[in-house]
């Protein structure tokens, strides 16, 4: 299972996290992974001056709506997609 944490704290809930987790959720639905990505919200992942922090397998992205259907594409589908091999 892959675990996608957005953070949903005081600055990333104003540069768009609620978007992106809305985003996030379409894609998760729309490439039929629901068994296999699990969204959380986090609180402060320690980004707070960049985009809407996520991290993934520990690592710390910074993403705004505006790409998080790319994020997902080019990130996070890779990681699924070795998981069902």
């Keep these: 299972m892959t675990e996608l944490k957005i953070c949903v704290g005081s600055a990333c809930h104003l540069k768009g996290s609620t978007e992106v987790i809305d985003i996030f959720k379409k894609c998760v639905e729309s ?44 990130h996070v589908m890779p990681i699924v997609c070795k998981e069902l091999i």
């Design 31 to 74: 490439r039929n992974v629901s068994d296999n990505v699990e969204i959380k919200g986090a609180f402060c992942l320690g980004h707070c001056t960049e985009a809407v922090s996520v991290c993934l397998n520990e690592k710390i992205y910074s993403v705004a709506p505006e790409n998080a259907e790319h994020f997902f594409d080019n």
